[in-house]
């Protein structure tokens, strides 16, 4: 199973700040994701990457950017806070192999902006 | 495009009792099929996986499912469940050969004494 790390677990911020959502994975999976989860809701492909200098628009439209510089490491990023930005991010890796790609999770971001 | 239906908002079963989760799921082909289970505040783990072959497949914590191509369904079961086990469950689908994800509304499981 991957081991995913994401920080920081919680943010509490106020609107108009930039901020970055950190994520990091050790399994040298190529493939990276980012999801947006509202309470009580299903998970919202937001962002993805195949791998290094690879980044792709998800389903959801977000007005937050990523970046892909290193295998490992995949941040999230939002110039400018607002309130509507409010959620929880999760960010998953997964590597094809046998036949079979699965996605595995961070722990999550929940963002709250004021 | 793929959609996932999860019928069941909410389900309270007594602890000890058995569970069944429901999960459709619309597409073209056979799909790849998952269940995570996410416990408050935390992100998703995987509980268990369908791609090819046997139709039964089981999971961790005593969980298991079932494709039913015919019913376009992979409904998620466990005989005996435990006061442990009250978390949300979401079922995915992905396109055959392709890994994005598409997530159910997912089921919130309450566990009674």
């Known amino acids: 199973e991957a081991d995913i790390y994401q920080t920081p677990r919680y943010l509490v911020i106020g609107t108009g700040k930039k901020i970055t959502l950190e994520c990091s994975q050790t399994?040298?999976?190529?493939?990276m994701y980012w999801y947006q989860q509202d309470p009580g809701m299903e998970l919202h492909l937001i962002h993805y990457?195949?791998?290094?200098?690879?980044?792709e628009k998800g389903d959801l439209s977000s007005e937050s950017t990523v970046s892909r510089i290193r295998t490992e490491h995949f941040p999230l990023t939002l110039e400018s806070a607002r309130p509507s930005h409010t959620s929880q991010y999760l960010c998953?890796?997964?590597?094809?192999?046998?036949?079979?790609?699965?996605?595995?999770f961070g722990p999550g971001t929940r963002l709250t902006v004021l | 495009a793929q959609s996932v239906t999860q019928p069941d908002i909410h389900i309270t079963v007594s602890e000890g009792a058995s569970l069944e989760l429901r999960c459709n799921y619309s597409?073209?082909?056979?799909?790849?099929l998952f269940w995570y289970v996410q416990s408050p505040g935390q992100g998703l783990q995987l509980l268990l996986k369908?791609?090819?072959?046997?139709?039964l497949v089981q999971g961790i914590k005593g969980f298991e499912a079932e494709f039913k191509r015919s019913q376009s369904s992979f409904n998620l079961r466990k005989p005996s469940v435990h006061w442990s086990d009250a978390a949300e469950y979401f079922c995915?689908?992905?396109?055959?050969?392709?890994?994005?994800?598409?997530f159910g509304t997912g089921t919130r499981l309450t566990i009674i004494p």
């Open positions: 998953a890796s997964s590597e094809y192999s046998g036949g079979e790609d699965t996605q595995y």
């Open positions: 399994m040298g999976h190529d493939k």
């Open positions: 990457s195949y791998g290094v200098n690879s980044t």
């Open positions: 597409y073209g082909a056979t799909p790849y």
């Open positions: 369908y791609f090819s072959g046997d139709t």
């Open positions: 995915a689908v992905a396109p055959f050969g392709n890994e994005k994800l598409t």
